[in-house]
């Protein structure tokens, strides 16, 4: 079965930073793009960024410019998203998820809590 | 950036209903439109991809149509396990930017 599972949520204070991750099992990320997709309490669903199968393309969310990066380790079969200067709408379930070059994204991970306060 | 408006926003049908649920686009996306069904707690589930194609394991009540900056998903006769918020999302460029989604409830 194709899956993927993320980790490295939790609770972190405005300006603080967050490492997560996403492990692939059931198939190789090696030749596949792969995405952060996030989630707000109570609202829909926003693009983070994407990241090309050999790391050549990588392409970020207005809003998080700057602040987070995205990386892969195809030999780890994983996926990271590094986020710093992390602010109060911030806040969301991150979920990583595999895309055949802007075809479709499938499958998606569960989700893993990211939760910005003082 | 391309910005996608779904609509109704919420819609209230009964099992066994026939329900569409549009999507528009600022600009042309081509065929480059998906479509998923999220349940409460639940990762999004991929639908439909290239605006018409029935992802593998979907049952056919679903179905896309549309190019361009027009789309709909119809789902022929509504099911129990059907009442879930729907997003569009389109993949023609970067940003690839998501619908506000569609709440579709039991009346």
């Known amino acids: 079965e194709e899956q993927l599972v993320e980790s490295g949520g939790g609770l972190v204070k405005p300006g603080g930073s967050l490492r997560l991750s996403c492990v692939a099992s059931g198939f190789s990320i090696s030749i596949y793009s792969m995405n952060w997709v996030r989630q707000a309490p109570g609202k829909g669903l926003e693009w983070v960024s994407s990241?090309?199968?050999?790391?050549?393309?990588?392409y970020y969310a207005d809003s998080v410019k700057g602040r987070f990066t995205i990386s892969r380790d195809n030999a780890e079969n994983s996926l990271y998203l590094q986020m710093n200067s992390l602010r109060a709408e911030d806040t969301a379930l991150y979920y990583c998820a595999r895309d055949e070059t802007l075809v479709r994204f499938d499958p998606w991970g569960q989700g893993t809590l990211v939760s910005v306060s003082s | 950036d391309i910005h996608l408006t779904q609509s109704p926003s919420f819609l209230s049908a009964s099992v066994g209903d026939r329900v569409t649920i549009t999507c528009r686009a600022s600009?042309?996306?081509?065929?480059?439109l998906a479509w998923y069904q999220q349940k409460p707690g639940k990762a999004p589930k991929l639908l439909m991809y290239?605006?018409?194609t029935l992802q593998s394991g979907v049952p056919s009540r679903f179905s896309g149509s549309g190019s361009g900056t027009e789309f709909s998903l119809t789902i022929s006769s509504l099911q129990p396990e059907d009442f879930a918020t729907y997003y569009c999302q389109q993949l023609n460029n970067y940003p690839c930017t998501f619908g506000r989604g569609t709440k579709l409830e039991i009346k």
């Open positions: 600009q042309d996306v081509s065929i480059n």
């Open positions: 990241i090309s199968s050999s790391s050549n393309f990588i």
């Open positions: 290239a605006a018409s």
